[in-house]
């Protein structure tokens, strides 16, 4: 739509400077006659990489994760890899529970990454009704799912099951 625009607004800028100049008279010889030549508009049409995860160096997976969650008796609706995954993961697995809290699993590269970006997640996320829990290169991100439309009111991890995430999170990476 943005290119659409463009080549719009630069035909008619083209079209308005035909138009001055073969209106202006020619008092000299020496002038060039205008040029009947199109102006070319070269859009780039590449698109952008895909995000190609790095393979995790244990062998497990976002998806992993939500298997181990749901075998513990979590109750949780299907889970979808996101696309293009957010806070520097590799891969990330969106999914929530049937009360509209709402999970996040991310995995990172490395220990490191994942502990670097916690504290970030875990304050954006706490604005959301929620917050976050990390292990290892695993961090799940929980936020609270809206009760009523137009309603203040936000369903919430009690901290029981704050610390029944982390501890199966904790299990499902020492496995």
């Not at 697995?93 to 990454?113: A, E």
Request: contains cysteine; proline residues 6%; hydrophobic residues 35%.
């Amino acid at each position: 739509m943005r290119y659409f625009v463009f080549v719009l607004i630069v035909l008619f800028f083209s079209a308005c400077s035909k138009n001055t100049t073969s209106n202006q008279s020619t008092k000299n010889s020496t002038t060039q006659p205008p040029t009947n030549s199109q102006l070319q508009l070269q859009i780039n049409k590449e698109t952008p990489e895909e995000h190609v995860p790095k393979p995790p160096l244990d062998g497990k997976t976002a998806m992993d994760v939500f298997k181990h969650l749901k075998s513990k008796g979590w109750q949780l609706n299907q889970a979808t890899a996101v696309e293009i995954p957010p806070f520097g993961s590799e891969e990330a697995v969106g999914f929530n529970r049937p009360d509209r809290v709402g999970f996040l699993i991310m995995r990172y590269d490395s220990l490191n990454t994942a502990q670097s970006t916690f504290l970030k997640i875990d304050d954006i996320y706490r604005n959301k009704f929620g917050r976050a829990i990390t292990a290892k290169n695993f961090t799940i991100a929980v936020f609270g799912g809206q009760i009523r439309i137009n309603a203040p009111d936000f369903k919430q991890l009690s901290e029981e099951e704050y610390l029944k995430l982390q501890q199966d999170l904790v299990e499902f990476c020492n496995l």
